[in-house]
């Protein structure tokens, strides 16, 4: 694709359900990141990929979230008994390595818990 | 601990007038710097990085590791200018895995 696909684009739910998202990074990206961005804590990251590992799951808030990734590629990140605080714009980003390398982000997930 | 301070929420100016955007960091290394910008409904994408030293769309900005800033300017504000601005920064280290730590945003606001 020509850049980075989440989806879905909107996702309303309820409290208490579990909720999946999606990112399909550029192809040829080793390097996978989420972020979150909220109205009270701006973008913060949440865990980041290389290849299907993730080195780094410093950034996600609470063991309701997880993520994965299959063939170096798409990946999931899931939210368990989703809370009205994990209400947000969940944003995925992909570059060929890491550090100081572009990172392409993709038009995000905008959750909302009811 | 790494941190990106951008003190302005909201910056208004007027078409043609000069633009300062702050951006201060915290870092003890040798850290990487980034611009992002959002304009209205499109995604997050890259302005500028302080390795590349180039100016785009008329933006540049500096690395001043004296005074930790980097901060963004444009000497001629345009109304198509008008967007989210995001100072990062990536650390450095073997271990480092290029995740962007983001200052709060300032939102530019270039008035007719």
């Known amino acids: 694709g020509a850049g980075v696909s989440q989806s879905p684009s909107n996702k309303v739910t309820e409290k208490g359900k579990d909720v999946e998202l999606r990112c399909d990074p550029i192809s040829g990206h080793t390097a996978l990141y989420w972020y979150r961005q909220s109205l009270g804590q701006g973008l913060e990251f949440l865990i980041y990929f290389q290849g299907n590992s993730a080195p780094d799951k410093s950034g996600l808030p609470s063991d309701r979230f997880s993520a994965e990734r299959t063939g170096g590629s798409v990946s999931t990140l899931t939210i368990q008994r989703t809370q009205q605080e994990d209400s947000a714009v969940y944003l995925c980003?992909?570059?060929?390595?890491?550090?100081?390398?572009?990172?392409?982000f993709g038009a995000g997930t905008r959750l909302s818990v009811l | 601990a790494q941190r990106v301070t951008q003190p302005e929420k909201l910056l208004s100016v007027f078409k043609g007038a000069p633009v300062e955007l702050k951006c201060n960091y915290s870092?003890?290394?040798?850290?990487?710097l980034f611009w992002y910008v959002q304009y209205s409904r499109q995604r997050l994408q890259l302005l500028l990085r302080h390795i590349s030293r180039e100016s785009i769309k008329g933006f540049t900005a500096d690395l001043n590791k004296g005074e930790t800033s980097f901060h963004l300017k444009k000497p001629f504000a345009q109304e198509e200018d008008s967007a989210m601005y995001y100072c990062?920064?990536?650390?450095?280290?073997?271990?480092?895995?290029?995740?962007?730590?983001f200052g709060q945003g300032t939102t530019l606001q270039v008035k007719p």
């Open positions: 870092y003890s290394g040798s850290p990487e």
């Open positions: 980003a992909s570059s060929f390595l890491m550090r100081g390398d572009i990172q392409y």
């Open positions: 990062a920064l990536s650390g450095e280290g073997s271990s480092n895995t290029g995740k962007l730590i």
